[in-house]
Structure formats: C-alpha cells, structure tokens
C-alpha cells in the first residue's frame, strides 16, 4: 500500500532503512544486515541517491519526493504482486508528481506490477490504467476498458467528470462545466440511484429500485436504466 501523504506515512523517530526492512523481516524472517541488503537494492531501483547514507537517516531528512520514494520501497520491498497506490502524488509539487508517476509505470512495465491506482485526476487515469472503475458514494457504477471510459463515456456521473476537466486550447471566456448539486450523505441514501439528485435523465424509477448493472458492451459495465434494454448482470 502507498498512502497519499508520505508526511504521515512514515514514523519520525526511525530511521527509514529500519522502517523499509521490517516488513521484510517480519513477513520472511530475515536477519536485519541481510534485509539492509535489500532495502540498499530497492532504494538504488528507486532513485534515492547515495543510498549508503540515507538508509540511515530520519523522515525529517529528506524531501517530499524522496519521502515518497520511501513509502513505495515499503510497498515493494516484499515483492507484491499488487500495489494500492492511494492518491500517492497529493502532497507533492508537479514537478515531483511526474517523477513519482513515472517510477509507478517502471514499476508497472518493467517489474510488471499490478498497481490500483485510487485517484481523481483522470489525467493520470488517462497515462497509467489499462481498466477504468468510477465508483461513486463507494459504489461502481461504471466498468471497463481505458478507451471505454474515455471514448464511450456511458454513466451520467463518468460523463459529467469528463466534461469538467479543464482541456488545453479552451475557448477564451468558456466556463468550465461543473456537477450539480452536492455529494449527498450517506446516511440519507435510498434503495435507487446515489446520483439520482445531480442527474440531467433522472426519472422516478430511479429512486426507487436497486439500480442493477447492465453490460453496455463487451466488457463494458454501467449501472444506469438508461441501459435497461442491454443485458443485466448479476
């Protein structure tokens, strides 16, 4: 797992070669000088200059990229096969961010990790997902293919999303288009649609029903009744 805020993530008063090889050592057994080892390989893989040194230093020591850099040393560091990347570049610059980005595609090419990237830049949805899941209010309710989601945008909330991202090039004096309404609470929901009160094609039978999910095309899952006539899934 990769949290979002490297400040926090790590515990100030260790030194982050010890904070990468507990996991190592608590996970396989390993001795501490053998672990060390490893966590010199992964901190090399990962860019951390001077490698040597740094194992040795304090959170407070190194910057915000290179905190993160030590957070993904602890999620890889016992060689998963899948990675959870929450929101992994919000406390970092823009500069940072491309670097971070760029080392979770290494990750993903080169070592062929399976990462799940959580996010809400669909800008970096766009660089790094094979698969596309929109959830909303925690529940899915669309499923597919990069260019699905992209291309064939199908769920009133995915559509409202794309809509609202800024585009290079906008007409000068073109307002951005912005969703509707507010995020509801939770515990106000009903048995139909979470997104029924921000929705342009919302009807009366979507508050009052469980919204099922229909398969729009191959691969492609939407739980909308705009698709009432595509086949439902279970």
């Not at 490297?6 to 390993?30: C, F």
């Not at 090419?109 to 990462?115: C, F, L, R, T």
């Not at 830049?121 to 929109?134: K, S």
């Amino acid at each position: 797992m990769v949290f979002q805020d490297p400040m926090s993530s790590l515990n100030p008063v260790y030194k982050v070669g010890d904070q990468v090889a507990e996991g190592l050592m608590q996970h396989t057994g390993m001795k501490k000088k053998e672990a060390m080892e490893q966590v010199l390989e992964v901190f090399r893989k990962l860019g951390i200059p001077d490698p040597e040194r740094r194992i040795n230093d304090y959170p407070h020591q190194f910057s915000g990229g290179m905190k993160q850099r030590v957070v993904i040393a602890i999620a890889m560091i016992c060689n998963p096969e899948v990675i959870i990347a929450d929101e992994p570049t919000t406390a970092l610059d823009v500069t940072i961010q491309a670097q971070i980005m760029e080392l979770m595609k290494a990750l993903q090419v080169n070592d062929h990790k399976s990462i799940i990237l959580i996010t809400h830049n669909m800008g970096l949805v766009a660089e790094m997902a094979d698969e596309v899941c929109v959830m909303y209010m925690g529940r899915v309710v669309e499923f597919g293919s990069l260019e699905d989601i992209f291309e064939h945008p199908s769920h009133p909330y995915t559509e409202a999303l794309l809509r609202s991202v800024p585009v290079l090039g906008m007409e000068e004096g073109k307002e951005l288009e912005t969703i509707p309404g507010i995020t509801p609470n939770p515990a106000d929901l009903g048995p139909g649609c979470e997104f029924a009160d921000r929705c342009p094609y919302c009807q009366q039978r979507c508050r009052e029903k469980e919204i099922p999910q229909y398969e729009v095309s191959a691969g492609h899952y939407v739980r909308c009744l705009k698709y009432d006539s595509f086949q439902e899934v279970v």
